[in-house]
């Protein structure tokens, strides 16, 4: 991959964020909410209303008080909650820090199982472990997650008592006790992406075992196993990437089902607790944050891509 593609590639992902910025902070300037009224409550004077609002600088126009909140972002000053005030930046990034966590063991396990089953997809093509296999998928990716969540609590919690049913625990801070609270909601969360990313292995694997390099590899004598992982898996993986760094962006927001019925306080619970009370520094924060991160893992996806084949050269 070539220097003037990542400084491209860079240069890209600044742009986003700030057309992210610019986007979410006009949003939050149309929500029916007053910051000072959430301040100083309903029954406070006009005239502290005021006062607070030339404070704040909410007396400028709205592009001045984007440049002003934009120059503070730019600093590490995100702003004060207006539901808790306390800095935002921290309550953010420790509630990133969980999703995370939470990401991270989900795309673990998803991989150690999805990518075996895709091959054994692949390989047995049209026979019982293909058919299997792709019966497990359908399934998988149509059960929602609070049908899924539901279903391990009672199995797994309530009824065989093995695991806890709820509650977050910081991962260094008592491994122990941490680990085994998060195994039902990286099962829940796996089910779909091990459905969807199994299909996707199999569907490029079946592809690449039939065309002409395979068949030249096959000539020369290599081993069948040597053919399919060492040929056949590693260019059958380089879709995936990409299918891996869009669940992350979904793991990241779109599992709040499943932090909500786990009890984990990640940055999507955040976020949606901060559009329930109009937290709007919160609200800014934590889309800039998401958006933030999501580009960060895509540049990771392209240099992987360019890490596992070596044929291409970005320009």
Known sequence: MSTS???KRLGLSLYTLFLVSAIVFLITQVLPADPAVMLLGENATPDALNAIRQEMG???P?????????MQVLHGNLGLSMRTGEPVASMMFDALGRSLTLAVFSIVFMLA???PLGVVAAVRRGKAADFIVSIVSYAGVSLPEFVTASVFALVLADYLHLLP??????IF??????????????????????AHVSRMVRSELVDVLHTDYIRAARLKGLSRQTVLFKHGLRNALLPTITIVALDVGYLLGGVIVVEEIFAIPGIGRQLIVAIQTRDLPAIQAGALIMAGTYCIVNLVADMTYAALDKRIRYE
């Open 62 to 70: 709205v592009y001045a008080q984007y440049v002003t909140w934009l």
């Open 165 to 170: 049913a709820a509650g977050y625990v910081p």
């Open 113 to 115: 199982v999805s990518i």
């Open 58 to 60: 909410l007396d400028k």
């Open 173 to 194: 801070d008592d491994p122990a006790r941490a680990i085994p609270r998060l195994i039902l909601p990286v099962l829940t969360i796996s089910v779909i992406l091990v």
């Open 5 to 7: 593609y990542l400084i």
